[in-house]
């Protein structure tokens, strides 16, 4: 109200000035003066009210301070001095306050009345400016003090904004830890001694960082000087600070969707993105301000132009007053510089936290999943969630700010464009509300494609890793091609979607890049029409903010599909969060009266799926009593092992109870081995008892298998235990459930894969010796192994049909006498074998047969050899392991594979097309700004140069002309970008899935799966859209270049040291970005490796207890991945910051070059036009584009890496075609055969020479190790011998192509396999037999009966891994394919290991029948197994130890089957 009584009064100007002046000095001063004294210890107490009182007093004497003016003194001159002062003075108190306060003080966290007085101050310091800018220019001149006052207020306020947030101790977060997540407090950022440094010291730069470095990222400097000088590994990059460690980011997390999710049920989408926002709120705070203070020095500039032509085209304007405009100028673009770089750089840390967070609770969740959720969600969904959809998530950061920051930037422009053109604004405002209108079609539609596009990707990695997991047996079975046609199948189905997406986000682009040049062709021909005059200073303050306008018009379409894409990533973690858990209370305790019952269920009944009554346990009433030995026995599918699943409480109840004394311990049927060294298999997150271990060792036979490994149990063991036999894997499984020292023993037939000597030994050292005092329950299959069972239960369809000891049961003569039967058979048989009258229990005590084929005194200089190079290889450095770190190329991006990729597609013949279509557009607009400028006068006292009509017809025409252009442009790139990605994937899969098997054995499939994933993900979008981004980049800066130079050529000058200098900052920068870049994609392969290996081991996992120890090793990788990114980012902000530091002083030198042009040479709109060019003057966006484009190129490198792998021996050998009869007979013939599974690796065959004649049945039996498995994967050429050959009906194998061989042969290997899909298209997945053919092969292998009644039949449903079928169902699937194949050699690697002795004996039988005149080689662990074969080859060492017919080498009384056998014998009859 006083305001306009000022000037109704008569007041003059100054008064108006001291009014407005005082009132936000005196504001700002009470503020200041009084909060020191406000709070003490964190405690608000009452103000001082004399000072108030005195400071109100004092407002009101300034306001008519005006008067002093009258007597000589100028008021303003008064005011800028007393405001000098008691700002000096204000400040002066504030810093002896804070350094009596904090100086000596622990806490780190400025009080936060400070820091609202702070973010106050620097509010009410930018409206002061405001205010003096507006006075400046639309009244008087004020003095310089007040500038410099005010001026050095904003940026000090700004100061202590960001040190209000950032003064934050290191460990104000522990707290937070323990509820969530109790840990061992030894374990910390810096586990396994990888805590990182820089220049030998333990830093963390960005925690110990003062205020400077933070503000100019100089705390980076010391990694880049170390970059500069050597190729950086992740031990070079510094830890991250406590505050940004995944373990804390997730306590926050959790603790935030927790609370919200305590008052509603289940995770949602909304709850998601609110436990999200406020884990981050900080960062959305300061990026908020950051976006605020950014938006509003961008339009300085503008806003400005028109005030800069006019000063030139005025003769006798001060000159002064257009260096004012200069150093404001330079002012708004410093704000500008320092706010986005602070920006960008919250908030890519912003997207580093939302990734930890999110990488962290899906793995939380994968580790309490149900069995049953666990198989309605495969792998390639879930690594999908990894790879795509949290990164997507994790990147809207980006866009975040952008929902609120596209309307305010609207709007600013539309008010300057109203303050220049007036009603012309209103059209501009139309034209922009269709055209942000028009983004809601276009965001369905990319909603639309972007969901199919990811629920294809889905499939097809679904497949690919499925693939991935089981290559030996599509190797073995000659189906790699097949599974690689499928998936390149399921990839052209995946591009139609990516096709869709790719063109609508081009027609998008082109749509919205246009949509300025729209705009402006709209409001000019509106001010045409309307007779609203244009002149060049208002022209070009229009197409400056139409510049500043296509910012956000362009973001647009971005922001929307990013908020498309994000939605749908969102939507789909949320459904993964809300799968069913493993339901709780399942198990209960029991109570202390019942301390001699181990396990108890009563009236149990169980379903894997609840919602349907299908019952796969039903009424079972059993009770195990504390130190009894339980064996649970039964047919094929009986539900042994889902028995043991339940009382793990993996199964859901449906009825009953189960109840539990003391802990578990577990061994699964198929062996779950970690990536990782054996030791850390075995101790499994235990402490190191030397003795304990030892001892362990002994009893599970594995320190001999040790001693072949170079390095021992430090042997690092490759994805799912590849380099180690199927007997080693289940031996430390057997350890690690024995070094656990539990209660309670669950055994799920754990003596299958070994062979018989280990088995006895295992059996009475762990389960007769260590575990004697304790609980254990054991499946098994073998007879010999029940005698010395306490109880036994036997089932049958899913129920407990049988239950006592041995002896009890048999005489009961019902279903147990099925499984003991044939073994008696078996044994009768081998009894009746005449061993010339010497009974088989004296046989260890003969002398040695000199006719045996290998002799003792070899073996013992076989095992000198073998002892001298096991101390060579231990000596060994760390390259002979057989999995090694994952290579990464070194230096720069060669220019080979920017060749490589731009030369892909249509041999380059579009790249020169793009670039002069983009350059074209850029001379289009330059000349249609010049058009604009020229023909338009300076001032209206000017007359027009052209009609009003030529004006806008000229212009539209290179409007149109470059619109085209960008069409042009966008199209081509589309078309360019979507044929390579094709091109890249199907080379990189080809060359995969024609990689020889050892390429897979020592590579983790996480690194395939990142490549088939994220690169490629990168290749299909990223990288097509970052070239267009750096060809709009250059050729726009050469554009700004060339219209500044063409004004004034001193400005080269200035230019070429400039660029000069950004060039080397850039050269320093690259060494240490590129290499963190690379980081980064080494860094997330282990994150999904751990993630699927998990997966797979769930029930192992929970059994242990380990999921806490899981979840460390997860925050540990997460830290890993993240670290590079941090500093990666802090590598970006810091080239940029310095690349707009210089741009800004060469635009203000520029400046100072054009006023130095004298007046009448130039046009003031040719002049005006190379300031408004000079506003968006930086060679930033061309460093940071390349270098972006670098980072995204390391995906194309890394897959060209994988294509380039060598390859397998040719397919088909076109010379060397076999008779479509071979093999006709199947006689095999070895010759000096030497086998190894890497050149770094020492031999595993040795000199082996043997014949398998044809047509005869020959077992291969041998100690676990041995290198049985070996010779058959030699065999069928998955490893090619180091020398020697074999051959097959006379025909060198080497010499023949892969699938002629691998085709002819079949094998039913040691683990087996099933696809997910149906039953039909895992017996036949090449589609070549009937269902009567199917039909016949599943009644042969005992499977008929058992497929007939599932209500699918032969369309019956396999889930992910075969899950919903047993090992020896799908071990019987496996042999149904060979039935169907009728091959003429037949390889049984352990194929009946997993069923009962009956269904052994049958299939042998079968095998008998329907291969009479088929070579066939049983290698069996069951010595029952190999007693009707022709002849016995016993391996030992890789050599060949003994063959003969069984009768023969029994009859040896020495000879080491006989001693086999006889063990067997009197195992059974103990």
């Not at 509010?123 to 500038?147: F, G, H, R």
Request: glycine share 6%; with cysteine; hydrophobic share 45%.
């Amino acid at each position: 109200m006083r305001v306009p009584k000022l000037i109704k009064e008569g007041g003059d100007l100054q008064d108006l000035v001291l009014f407005q002046l005082s009132h936000t000095i005196m504001t700002s001063f009470r503020m200041e003066l009084l909060l020191p004294f406000s709070e003490s210890n964190g405690e608000l107490v009452p103000p001082r009210v004399k000072e108030f009182v005195w400071l109100v007093s004092l407002e009101k004497i300034l306001i008519r301070i005006g008067g002093l003016g009258k007597h000589g003194w100028s008021g303003l001159k008064v005011v800028a001095q007393l405001d000098f002062t008691f700002r000096t003075l204000a400040w002066i108190v504030i810093s002896i306050y804070l350094h009596i306060r904090y100086s000596y003080s622990s806490e780190h966290m400025f009080p936060i009345l400070l820091r609202i007085w702070w973010v106050f101050y620097f509010l009410m310091s930018c409206s002061y400016l405001i205010i003096l800018l507006d006075l400046y220019w639309n009244y008087a001149s004020l003095p310089l003090l007040l500038w410099v006052s005010n001026l050095v207020s904003v940026i000090t306020g700004l100061f202590f904004c960001y040190v209000g947030l950032f003064g934050y101790g290191k460990n104000k977060d522990i707290h937070l830890l323990e509820p969530l997540l109790r840990t061992n407090s030894s374990r910390n950022n810096d586990d396994d001694g990888q805590r990182s440094c820089v220049n030998g010291d333990d830093v963390i730069p960005y925690e110990n960082a003062t205020i400077i470095s933070i503000c100019t990222f100089s705390w980076i400097q010391p990694l880049l000087a170390l970059g500069y000088k050597k190729t950086l590994d992740l031990e070079d990059v510094p830890q991250l600070a406590n505050c940004d460690s995944a373990k804390v980011i997730f306590a926050h997390f959790m603790k935030k969707l927790e609370f919200d999710h305590g008052n509603g049920g289940q995770v949602s989408t909304l709850k998601l993105v609110k436990a999200l926002i406020l884990s981050v709120w900080k960062e959305i705070i300061w990026t908020t301000l950051f976006s605020i203070i950014s938006t509003l020095a961008s339009y300085i500039g503008p806003y400005l132009i028109e005030a800069f032509v006019q000063d030139l085209d005025n003769p006798h304007q001060l000159k002064y007053k257009g260096y004012v405009l200069v150093f404001i100028f330079f002012i708004s673009k410093l704000l500008r510089c320092f706010s986005e770089r602070h920006l960008f750089f919250q908030l890519r840390k912003m997207g580093i936290k939302v990734r930890a967070a999110l990488f962290a609770i899906i793995f939380k969740k994968n580790l309490t999943l149900s069995s049953h959720a666990k198989q309605g969600h495969n792998s390639g969904e879930n690594i999908n969630l990894i790879c795509v959809d949290v990164e997507r998530i994790g990147f809207f950061s980006w866009y975040l700010h952008d929902i609120w920051r596209v309307p305010i930037q609207i709007f600013l422009a539309l008010l300057i464009l109203y303050t220049k053109l007036g009603l012309a604004s209103i059209v501009t405002f139309i034209a922009t509300m269709i055209l942000m209108l028009a983004n809601i079609p276009m965001g369905k539609l990319q909603e639309k494609f972007q969901g199919e596009l990811m629920d294809s990707k889905d499939q097809r990695m679904k497949v690919t890793s499925e693939a991935l997991r089981n290559m030996r047996i599509l190797k073995l079975q000659g189906w790699e091609m097949k599974f690689l046609a499928n998936i390149i199948e399921l990839r052209n189905f995946e591009t139609r979607w990516l096709k869709k997406l790719l063109y609508t986000l081009a027609m998008t682009s082109f749509f919205f890049l246009s949509a300025p040049m729209l705009v402006s062709v709209v409001t000019f021909g509106f001010c045409v029409l309307m007779r609203i005059p244009l002149e060049s200073g208002k022209v070009l303050s229009a197409i400056a903010t139409f510049e500043i306008l296509q910012v956000p018009i362009y973001n647009l379409p971005d922001t929307i599909s990013m908020i498309v894409q994000t939605k749908v990533s969102l939507n789909r973690i949320t459904s993964f969060l809300c799968l069913d858990d493993l339901y709780p209370n399942i198990v209960q305790k029991l109570s202390r009266d019942n301390a001699n019952i181990a396990v108890e269920i009563v009236n149990g009944n169980f379903s894997w799926d609840l919602y349907f009554s299908n019952l796969i346990l039903k009424d079972l009433n059993f009770r195990v009593y504390q130190g009894m030995r339980v064996a649970v026995c039964g047919s094929i599918g009986s539900g042994k092992s889902s028995l043991l699943s339940c009382i793990l409480g993996e199964v859901p109840k449906v009825s009953g109870a189960i109840k539990l004394n003391g802990t578990k311990s577990y061994v699964a049927q198929s062996p779950w081995i970690q990536s990782g060294k054996i030791i850390d298999n075995i101790l499994f997150g235990k402490e190191m008892e030397e003795e304990r271990y030892e001892m362990i060792l002994e009893a599970c036979s594995l320190k001999k298998d040790l001693e072949f490994f170079a390095f021992g149990d430090h042997t690092i063991i490759g994805d799912r235990g590849v380099n180690l036999s199927g007997g080693q894997k289940q031996r430390i499984q057997i350890a690690r459930a024995l070094y656990h020292d539990a209660d309670i023993y669950l055994l799920d037939d754990p003596f299958s894969a070994v062979d018989a000597h280990t088995g006895t030994h295992l059996f009475k050292e762990c389960l007769l010796g260590i575990l004697s005092s304790k609980t254990v329950i054991y499946v098994t299959h073998q007879v010999e192994f029940l005698y010395s069972a306490d109880l036994i239960l036997v089932m049958q369809n899913g129920m407990i049909t049988q239950a006592g000891k041995y002896e009890e049961i048999l005489n009961s003569e019902t279903d147990f006498m099925d499984l003991v039967g044939s073994h008696a058979k078996a044994l009768t048989k081998l009894s009746s074998i005449d061993l010339g009258g010497t009974a088989l229990d004296n046989m260890s005590n003969g002398e040695e047969d000199h006719n045996m084929l290998c002799r003792e005194k070899s073996i013992q200089d076989d095992e000198e050899i073998e002892s001298k190079n096991y101390k060579i290889d231990k000596s060994a450095e760390q390259e002979g392991q057989l999995v090694q770190e994952e290579k990464r190329e070194k230096g720069g991006v060669s220019f080979s594979i920017y060749w490589k990729y731009a030369t892909a597609a249509y041999k380059g013949v579009f790249v020169p097309l793009i670039v002069l279509a983009q350059f074209f557009f850029q001379l289009l607009l330059i000349f249609s700004c010049y058009w604009m400028v020229l023909a338009t006068p300076v001032s209206e006292d000017v007359r027009p140069y052209v009609s009003e009509s030529t004006l806008i017809y000229v212009y539209i025409a290179l409007t149109f002309g470059s619109s085209l252009c960008v069409l042009i442009r966008s199209m081509l790139i589309v078309i360019v970008g979507f044929k390579t990605s094709t091109l890249l994937f199907n080379k990189m899969h080809k060359c995969i899935f024609r990689a020889p098997l050892s390429f897979f054995d020592s590579t983790p499939s996480g690194r395939i799966i990142n490549r088939a994933s994220v690169d490629q993900s990168a290749v299909d979008t990223s990288i097509p859209h970052q070239i267009e981004e750096l060809l709009i980049s250059i050729i726009g800066f050469l554009g700004v270049i060339a219209v500044m130079s063409q004004v004034a050529w001193q400005i080269l000058i200035v230019f070429i040291p400039m660029t000069v200098t950004c060039i080397w900052y850039r050269q320093y920068y690259i060494f240490a970005a590129r290499e963190l870049s690379r980081l980064v994609g080494v860094c997330q392969a282990p994150i999904i490796q751990h993630f699927s290996e998990s997966s797979l081991g769930l029930t192992t996992i929970r059994c242990f207890d380990q999921e806490e120890r899981f979840m460390d090793t997860n925050f540990k990788l997460v830290d890993g991945y993240s670290r590079p990114k941090f500093y990666f980012s802090g590598a970006v902000e810091w080239l940029c910051f310095r690349l707009d530091m210089l741009a800004s002083i060469t635009y203000v030198i520029s400046l100072v070059f054009l006023f130095l042009v004298p007046k009448g040479i130039l046009s003031p709109g040719v002049i005006g036009l190379a300031v408004t060019y000079g506003l968006s003057f930086s060679m930033q966006g061309v460093v940071w584009d390349l270098s972006s484009l670098e980072n995204k190129m390391i995906s194309v490198e890394r897959i060209l890496q994988y294509a380039c792998i060598p390859s397998e021996h040719p397919v088909l050998v076109e010379e060397n075609k076999l008779d479509r009869e071979w093999p006709s007979h199947g006689q095999i013939e070895i010759a000096d055969l030497q086998v190894r599974y890497a050149p770094h690796l020492p031999l595993v065959l040795r000199g082996l020479t043997c014949t398998f004649p044809g047509g005869m049945n020959i077992g291969v039996v041998g100690r676990t190790g041995s290198g049985k498995s070996t010779l058959v994967q030699t065999l069928f050429r998955i490893l090619e011998p180091t020398t020697g050959q074999i051959w097959i009906d006379g025909i060198n194998i080497s010499k023949i192509g892969l699938h002629d061989l691998r085709s002819r042969l079949s094998i039913v290997p040691q683990e087996p396999t099933m696809f997910e899909g149906t039953l039909r298209n895992n017996l036949d997945p090449l589609d070549e037999y009937n269902d009567e053919q199917i039909w016949e092969a599943l009644d042969k292998c005992q499977l008929g009966d058992k497929v007939r009644k599932k209500e699918g039949k032969l369309d019956s449903a396999v889930t992910e891994n075969g899950e919903n079928w047993s090992l020896g169902q799908r071990q019987l699937v496996c042999l149904g394919r060979t039935l169907l194949k009728k091959s003429k050699i037949l390889v049984l690697d352990e194929a009946t290991a997993s069923m009962d002795t009956a269904t052994d004996y049958l299939i042998h039988q079968t095998l008998k029948k329907h291969f009479s005149g088929s070579t066939i080689i049983t290698i069996a662990h069951r010595i029952t197994s190999i007693l009707d074969a022709d002849m016995v080859l016993l391996l030992d060492n890789g050599l060949v130890l003994e063959y003969d017919s069984p009768t023969k080498l029994l009859e040896v009384k020495s000879s080491s089957f006989a001693k086999l056998v006889n063990e067997y014998t009197r195992r059974f009859n103990s």
